[in-house]
């Protein structure tokens, strides 16, 4: 047989995919890496669909607990190119699925990553994973993801504020630019609702715990002035809160402690009783 | 001669389906600080500032008396306790169930609303004492009261009834009255 370009490059192809046949995905990856720089195979999509398949076995075997596999990147982008140069074959669809799928695991990398010392990636996977998800389907709505991804990140920064004192301010203050994101998506947001009202009764709460004893009585009723300004900001929230649950023992807490600490003893005692009957109808 | 692989096996297009998490959320827990309990432990220590006691009530502890149940202002009287003296005497903070228990010393008494149909024992079993009696009921000032706490729109102010803050001996600041809302 002639050994004409095209089947030298169909070999280089060919063994590649052998190769990964076999589970030899060292030498898969170095087969595939040839060929994909050979000129009869770069505008093939069977050769970025075979190279995506590659890496994400790679990915899937030597990387699946790498947050930031490089392995996982490579395969994204072959897939891209594989999706981009098919036109509706079977290849197309399943570069499609692929993607999906890696999309998929980048999206759990950013849901397990929501804690103090990884959040930032959390950030970094869950746009990785929008972008993706936006490419396959520009029409895709995303609202109920990022409504959840913006409470998980309100709560890694909330506990971030808790544990940094030197920049607790400008972590709350993230906080309630994420609750304010979510009301936008969803002003019926029960949690987002509670949280917000949380966030300013403990801002007021927090003041009055930071006050010196030997305050002195002008300075005394000027703090007054301000805290009764935020207690009232809380309000609004937690009564929505309340309205879209009322059988929520903490939001009728917060009420009381609310109305408490703006000197509506009335409206206090009134959440109060309530939350003793709520108790008295859960016991039955 | 060129070889063909013709060793491949059909690839398969697998599905794949991976489930996803949920991302995970708590809610805060509200502040679990009694604000005007604060507010009040922050009047009642400077009522000690603007008040003078006579001399003979400066020796030994400092001692609040609270009448009846109040657990957090007690609390938060005995947290300022901690950090906090009158001149060099220390906090002393005392619980009463009666009036009747009174028997030492107490520059300061403070009767809770709960307690607040205690008063008039009160002012009978402190007369001639040099004790300072903070109640927070409406109309109480005017019972016998000293100083009495009261909400006027929304905020934590105080009568004082100079003369019965004087009728126990006690001197009260010219700048306690700029502050009050006086009512005699």
Redesign the interface.
Same mark, same amino acid.
């Given at each position: 047989m002639a050994c004409t370009p095209e089947l030298i490059a169909q070999n280089k192809l060919s063994n590649a995919i052998y190769a990964l046949q076999n589970e030899e995905l060292e030498k898969a990856q170095r087969l595939i890496d040839t060929a994909i720089v050979d000129t009869l195979l770069k505008n093939d999509s069977r050769t970025w669909y075979y190279r995506g398949n590659i890496y994400k076995e790679l990915f899937k075997k030597m990387e699946f607990d790498n947050k930031q596999s490089p392995f996982r990147v490579t395969a994204i982008s072959s897939f891209k190119k594989s999706y981009e140069l098919d036109n509706g074959t079977e290849i197309s669809i399943s570069s499609q699925k692929n993607l999906k799928y890696l999309a998929s695991t980048i999206f759990n990398d950013a849901a397990t990553s929501f804690d103090t010392e990884n959040y930032l990636l959390a950030i970094e996977n869950y746009n990785s994973y929008k972008e993706i998800m936006h490419y396959l389907e520009p029409e895709a709505d995303f609202k109920e993801r990022d409504i959840q991804f913006k409470l998980a990140l309100a709560t890694t920064y909330t506990v971030l504020s808790s544990k940094d004192s030197t920049n607790k301010d400008s972590f709350l203050e993230k906080v309630k630019a994420l609750y304010k994101e979510v009301l936008i998506l969803d002003s019926n947001n029960v949690s987002a609702n509670y949280n917000m009202g949380i966030l300013y009764y403990n801002q007021g709460a927090d003041m009055v715990n930071n006050m010196d004893y030997s305050l002195d009585l002008e300075e005394l009723n000027r703090i007054q002035e301000e805290l009764y300004v935020i207690f009232k900001k809380s309000l609004p929230f937690m009564k929505k809160a309340y309205d879209l649950n009322p059988n929520k023992e903490e939001t009728l807490i917060g009420l009381q402690g609310i109305y408490y600490s703006m000197n509506d003893m009335e409206k206090s005692e009134a959440y109060k009783k309530e939350l003793e009957e709520l108790k008295v109808q859960e016991n039955k | &001669?060129? &070889?063909? %692989?013709n060793? +491949? !096996?059909k *690839?398969n #297009?697998i @599905? /794949?389906? +991976?489930i +996803?998490?949920? *991302?995970? *959320?708590?809610?805060?827990? @509200? @502040?679990k600080?009694d604000? %005007?309990s $604060?507010?009040k432990?922050? *009047?009642l #220590? %400077?009522f000690t500032k603007y008040i003078e006691w006579p001399s003979e009530y400066k020796n030994g502890n400092f001692v609040v008396g609270i009448l009846g149940n109040s657990t957090a202002l007690y609390k938060e009287l005995s947290l &300022?306790s901690k950090? $906090?003296k009158v001149a060099s005497q220390d906090f002393e903070i005392k619980i009463y169930s009666s009036a009747e228990e009174i028997q030492d010393k107490v520059h300061m008494l403070y009767i809770p609303d709960a307690a607040a149909n205690s008063l008039n024992v009160a002012v009978n079993k402190l007369k001639g004492k040099s004790t300072l009696i903070v109640t927070e009921t409406p109309g109480m000032s005017v019972q016998g009261s000293g100083i009495n706490f009261v909400?006027v729109a %929304? !905020?934590?102010k105080f009568e004082l009834n100079k003369s019965n803050v004087e009728g126990h001996n006690l001197k009260v600041s010219k700048s306690l009255e700029d /502050?009050a809302l006086v009512v005699k």
């Open positions: - | &001669m060129c &070889m063909v %692989n060793k +491949l !096996r *690839f #297009y @599905s /794949l389906v +991976l +996803l998490i949920c *991302f995970g *959320f708590t809610e805060p827990q @509200s @502040s600080i604000t %005007n $604060k507010i432990a922050v *009047f #220590y %400077n &300022m950090t $906090k909400i %929304n !905020r934590q /502050l």
